[in-house]
Every structure is written in C-alpha cells, then in structure tokens.
C-alpha cells in the first residue's frame, strides 16, 4: 500500500488546549495537503504546504513539512469543540506525465467543551 | 452555485446487483476522482480522470467501472465483481496543471449491499 500515515489514530483534548497530529509519506512529493472531515461528510481543504516549503500558517493551524523525514504535522491553536472532526493528510506527487496522490488514514481529533 | 454533488446520499442494494453513483461538478475543473472510505481505513483511490473519455486506474479499481463523457460527470458503476462494495463513495475534483491538485470534495454516497 502506498498510503501514508497519520499519528495518532485518535486525540481527545480539552478545549483551548492545542492539538498536533503528524503525518509520513512514503515517496518524494511536489506539495503536501491537509483536510478535515466532519462525520459522515466530503472532506474539505484546510492547508497546503509545498515541498521547498518548511513552515505554513493559516489562522489557528500551522503545518510543518520536513522532507528528509518524509513527514509533515498539523497544529491547532486554541482548539474549539467545532475542531472536532477527522484530519486527513494528502501528499502530492506530479511530474514526467505521472501522478500520485496518497491519502493517509486520519487523526480523530475531539475536543471536549 | 459552485460545487460538486453526489447521488443519492444513501443508497441500498442487493448482493449480485450493479449500482451507478453519480458525481457532477460545476466547477470546469479538468480532473476528477473517485475515493472508497472504510472505517479506520481512510481514503483509497478507486479511478481518476484528467480529462474528458480518459481515466487511469487507482488503488483498488477492482470490481468497478467508470466513464467521462462530459467534463461535468464522472459516474462510478459497482459491479457485482466488488466483493465487500459496502461503504463510503467519496467524488471530488480539481484543476489540472497547476500542480497542486487541491481536491474538492462531493458529500459522499453511502452504499450498503445485504
């Protein structure tokens, strides 16, 4: 399998603490992506991080991609009960006419009130 | 309004039946996706299109078909070959070309064989 994986499987946290899930890939990626899924629901993108990239911020989230680890992490600040949801990592690779994206499991992430 | 949508959001059928799930997108983007989602599992990549009559194989591309005759549509055909066809069918899309393939995401499809 060429899925990635995201640690930990599950996090339960209380509100306005912060949240960090990890992901790893397996192969080299042009850029790697981070989404959010509500129960039962499509996933929705949060953040992407390109591979010449180290550090990203957007609000309450900041990415980090470390390349010679093949692993990049999510952190929430200031969780909210609405942060309750799954986390999903994509990571992206494109070139010489082929593409790969890869998905990894998912971080469970509840936030208690 | 912009988006993608998916038909039905549940759907039932019996073992040895061939069922078609519907993805439309109005977004004109070029590439669109078909995802299978099993508890605990994640998202595996079932077929992709990047443009329209063609389509590449993914994951798990057993047991199903697909076809791109319209930008718009990207239907996903079950077949009786599946052999666990329960679960979440996820549809998204995205541009082409600007290598980010940034997906949006349909509402899902849950289909459940007896």
């Known amino acids: 399998s060429q899925q990635g994986e995201e640690d930990p499987q599950a996090l339960s946290i209380q509100e306005g603490e912060n949240a960090t899930m990890n992901c790893s890939y397996k192969?080299?990626?042009?850029?790697l992506q981070w989404y959010r899924q509500n129960s039962g629901r499509g996933l929705v993108h949060l953040i992407l991080i390109r591979s010449n990239e180290r550090e990203k911020h957007s609000g309450r989230l900041r990415v980090t991609l470390d390349t010679s680890k093949k692993s990049s992490s999510l952190l929430i600040t200031a969780s909210r009960a609405a942060d309750t949801a799954s986390y999903f990592c994509?990571?992206?690779?494109?070139?010489?006419?082929?593409?790969?994206?890869?998905f990894g499991k998912g971080t469970k992430l509840s936030v208690i009130p | 309004d912009g988006g993608i949508t998916q038909s039905p959001k549940y759907l039932f059928r019996k073992e040895g039946q061939n069922v078609t799930l519907s993805c439309e997108q109005n977004l004109n983007h070029d590439a669109m996706y078909w995802y299978r989602q099993d508890p605990g599992q994640g998202l595996r990549l079932i077929y992709y299109s990047q443009i329209v009559n063609d389509f590449q194989k993914g994951d798990i591309a057993e047991g199903y078909s697909v076809s791109r005759e319209k930008k718009e549509s990207f239907p996903l055909t079950v077949t009786s070959a599946q052999k666990n066809p329960t679960a979440f069918y996820l549809c998204?899309?995205?541009?082409?070309?600007?290598?980010?393939?940034?997906?949006?995401f349909g509402p899902g499809t849950r289909l459940t064989v007896t």
């Open positions: 994509a990571s992206i690779y494109s070139g010489a006419g082929s593409y790969q994206l890869t």
């Open positions: 998204a899309s995205s541009w082409v070309g600007q290598a980010t393939y940034e997906q949006y």
């Open positions: 192969t080299s990626i042009n850029n």
